[in-house]
C-alpha cells in the first residue's frame, strides 16, 4: 500500500483566494482525520470522517473552512477564502478503527500552505 | 485548552545516553496514550502506546512510562542515537464515543554525536 496520499505537498496562495488540499487514505481505513499543525498548538484536530460521514467538526476553526468524503478513497479539505493566519502544514490521517490506539494512525506527507 | 501538555519544546542528549521526553494530560477520561515521531517533510510516524490500565510498555529502546495519579507519562530512549533526533508528539484517546486523538505540542529532541 502507497500509505496515505495528499497532495499537493506545497501550496501558495495569495490571501482570499480558494485552496483545496486532497487526500487519499489507506484502502480498506474507515476513519480519516483532518489535522492541522503550527507551532503554537501542535497537531489540532479538525474534523474526522467514519465510513465517509462527519463525525465531529468541533475543531474547524470558523465557515470558511469545509470538508467532504465523498467516497472511500478521497477527502478535500477547502478553505475559501483563504487568510495569512491559515498559513500550516495540513495532515490527513487514516485508521482501522477498530480502536486503533495499538497501531495509531497513519499520517500523510502533509500539505504546507502559505498565504500571502 | 490544551489538554495534552509537551511544556519542553526542545531537548538535546548525548548519543548512547538516556532521552527522557516527558507529557502532562488534564482529562481523566483518556483511556490510552500513543507517542508520535516526526522527521521533516514527513508526516507523524507512530512509535509507541500503552493503555491506561498499565504503568509500562517496552518495544526495544523505547519505554512508555505512565503515572495516572499524576497525569503524567513519559518516554525513554536508551540508548539515544543520531536517527532519533526528530520531533515527539504525545497524543491521548478515549475508548467513549470516538476515535480522536488529541496531540500535544511537540518536543524537538536533538542527539549530539
Known amino acids: 500500500d502507497a500509505g496515505v496520499i495528499q497532495s499537493p505537498r506545497h501550496e501558495v496562495t495569495e490571501m482570499g483566494q480558494e485552496v483545496t488540499l486532497r487526500c487519499k487514505p489507506i484502502s480498506g481505513h474507515d476513519y480519516l482525520f483532518w489535522y492541522r499543525q503550527t507551532m503554537m498548538r501542535g497537531l489540532e484536530l479538525l474534523i474526522y470522517f467514519n465510513n465517509n460521514v462527519p463525525i465531529d467538526d468541533s475543531g474547524m476553526p470558523e465557515d470558511r473552512f469545509s470538508a467532504k468524503m465523498p467516497n472511500a478513497s478521497f477527502s478535500t479539505l477547502k478553505i475559501q477564502p483563504s487568510e495569512p493566519r491559515d498559513s500550516a502544514v495540513y495532515f490527513c490521517a487514516s485508521s482501522s478503527g477498530t480502536r486503533g490506539w495499538r497501531t495509531g494512525y497513519t499520517f500523510g506527507s502533509g500539505t504546507r500552505l502559505t498565504v500571502v | 485548552d490544551q489538554q495534552v501538555k509537551q511544556n519542553s519544546p526542545s531537548l538535546s542528549v548525548q548519543e548512547g545516553r538516556i532521552s527522557i521526553l516527558n507529557c502532562d494530560y488534564t482529562?481523566?477520561?483518556?483511556?490510552?496514550f500513543l507517542w508520535y515521531k516526526k522527521y521533516p517533510a514527513e508526516g507523524p510516524t507512530f512509535l509507541i502506546s500503552?493503555?491506561?490500565?498499565?504503568d509500562k510498555n517496552e518495544d526495544g529502546r523505547f519505554t512508555v512510562f505512565l503515572n495516572k495519579s499524576a497525569k503524567h507519562l513519559s518516554l525513554h530512549i536508551v540508548p539515544s542515537q543520531p536517527g532519533d533526533s526528530a520531533v515527539y508528539f504525545c497524543a491521548a484517546g478515549s475508548n467513549f464515543g470516538n476515535e480522536k486523538l488529541t496531540f500535544g505540542t511537540g518536543t524537538r529532541l536533538t542527539i549530539i554525536p
Open positions: 500503552i493503555s491506561s490500565i498499565k
Open positions: 482529562n481523566s477520561m483518556f483511556d490510552y
